[in-house]
Structures are given as C-alpha cells and as structure tokens.
C-alpha cells in the first residue's frame, strides 16, 4: 500500500496532498518529464513534506488518473446509465451535451495532466472508448443519432471532437464556454429528435 492509500486525517495534511495534486497537474501538463523537486516547488513545499504524502511522481500521477475515472464513472452513472436503459426521459443529445460539458468546462486535474502528454489521453480511451460504442449504437437503434454513417465511424469522430477540445482548453488555447458551445453545435448535425 502506498502513501497516496493512506487518508489524512488532519485537515492540513488534507490540504498539503490537495495542494500536491493540484500543482502536479499544472508542472506535468506543462513538462510531462518533471519531476519531485519541480512539483514540490509548485506546491511550495519542502521535497520532505512532498514524500509523505507519495512515493513518487508516478503515485502521484496514478492518483490524479483514478480521480479523473472516478469522476467520469460517476457522470456516466448519472447521464448515461437511463439513456442506456430505455428512458425516453433523456435523450441521446441531452446525454452529449452533459458528457460534453463534464469533458470540457469541469476543471480536473486529469485534463491539465494531459494538456501535452498523448499517453494520457490514450489512458482515457482504453476507459472510454466502450461506452462510447455502446452508447451510439443504442442512439442509433433508438433514432437518435445518424445512422447513414457507420456506428464505429460515428463514435471516433465524436470521441475525436470531444477530446480534440479537451486538449485546446487544457492547453490554454480556447475558453471552455466557446469550446463546447462549438462541439454542441457540431453535435447537432448527428443527433435528432425521434419521431
């Protein structure tokens, strides 16, 4: 069991691992090679301090990556789950614009870790990439998204357009409003209102 196991259990020690994580994400997204002594200075902190709460930077980056699953499962649950099971209460296009603004407005830690590192990102499809399958073909057998292009076509241009605009807002190179009011407009073109 590693340290990141462990819950603090004083506020301060809450804080010190919260204030960690955080500067790890913003030292990694900008340097993916960085190391301890870069996160510590971040999170202005001794290296000392930095190492009692985790063993390395790659415990660090294992946590922030179980965050990011776990909040993502959790949307899913929330979203998904009663398009998947028959609830004509949600749409196919109202499932898109949450999982869309989860993805692209909600600031994580993950989404600033993957800003420059590719690897990450395929981290994130190996998750995700079967609920977006399942996902357009139960829109697709309900009427709800385009069913001219091919399901597996369909799923990688929107997990190709969702991430693509992770990655600008990440990288600082769109506002996140803007970008998933694009991506929503976008989306429209491949979903409709069953007859």
Sequence with gaps: MGRADRVPARADARR??????????????ADPGAGMEAIAERARMSRATLYRHF????EIVDVIRQEALARGQEI??????????????????EVLDRLLRFAVTEDTRY???????????EELLLFFRPVCDAFVLEGQRRGELDDAVPA??????????VLGAM?????????????????????????????
């Design 16 to 29: 010190n691992r919260e204030r960690i994580l955080d500067a790890a994400a913003d030292v990694l997204g």
């Design 55 to 58: 063993d390395s930077r790659e």
């Design 76 to 93: 899913l649950g929330e979203v998904l789950a009663p398009f998947m099971t028959g609830s004509t209460d949600v749409t196919a296009h």
């Design 111 to 121: 989404r600033r870790l993957m800003a420059r590192d590719p690897q990450r990102v």
């Design 152 to 161: 597996a076509t369909l799923a990688r241009a929107l997990e190709a357009l």
């Design 167 to 195: 990655r600008d807002v990440a990288r600082g190179d769109s506002d996140p409003d803007d970008a998933a009011l694009t991506v929503e407009r976008l989306l429209r073109a491949v979903t409709r209102v069953p007859a």
